[in-house]
């Protein structure tokens, strides 16, 4: 295809495939780099198990596949203007209200480089203030989840980068637990596992 036809192609699914280009935790060492395609994988799959916890053990009424969905595209925004780590974003409430504005303009671009027909159907799971309530509750559970098993694994490796981290998380996610009996389910099922080796893994 001659250079001069992309302009006539959407631009949509080159930029999500530019995830893997985008590092986390830039201001940080780690141990295992980790990069925001493989966090929004991670964080798609724990989402999902959420959903499912939820509704099987706590009476839920969600849908799975789409809370997994939306988790898979919860950081399209940062395919145009990359990570903004957290110190960062949150160094006071201006500057947090400014970067929610980019934000929200990012996945307006992410959402128009879709062929027109498709917007409707994309629109309540790339633009993170359409996305409905219930469903951004369990997305963002799993995100700091994905960030706590992270800061643990890194804290594992005596990378000591993480020690606030991993602090700062915890307490997050003690307020979680009283509001989303699924996430306090999800730690005492499946967290402790996540640091075992592969020899105590095919062990168990």
């Known amino acids: 295809m001659a250079s001069n036809e992309v302009s006539t192609q959407s631009t949509f699914l080159a930029w999500m495939f530019r995830m893997p280009l985008i590092k986390r935790w830039a201001l940080m060492f780690c141990v295992k780099p980790e990069n925001v ?6 964080v798609a799959i ?22 997994a969905t939306i ?14 780590v957290s110190p960062t974003k949150y160094a006071n409430k201006e500057i947090a209200r400014e970067f929610k504005k980019i934000e929200r303009l990012a996945e307006q671009e992410c959402l ?14 790339i633009v993170q203030d359409n996305v409905d309530d219930e469903y951004k509750k369990i997305v963002k559970a ?14 594992n490796h005596h990378n000591h980068e993480f020690d606030h981290v991993e602090e700062r998380l915890e307490k997050k996610l003690n307020q979680i637990k009283r509001d989303m ?6 730690l005492d099922t499946f967290l402790n596992a996540c640091s075992a080796t592969v020899d105590k893994l095919t062990k168990s």
């Open 37 to 42: 395609a493989e966090h929004s994988h991670q």
């Open 46 to 67: 724990v989402a999902h198990l959420l959903a499912i916890i939820k509704n099987k053990k706590f009476n839920g009424e969600v849908n799975a596949d789409r809370v």
């Open 71 to 84: 988790a898979l595209y919860h950081e399209a925004s940062e395919t145009r203007y990359g990570d903004i």
């Open 112 to 125: 128009s480089s879709l062929p027109q027909e498709f917007q409707a159907l994309f629109e309540d799971i």
């Open 142 to 155: 799993a995100d700091i989840l994905v960030a706590y098993i992270k800061a643990l694994d890194e804290l």
């Open 181 to 186: 009996p699924e996430v306090a389910y999800f």
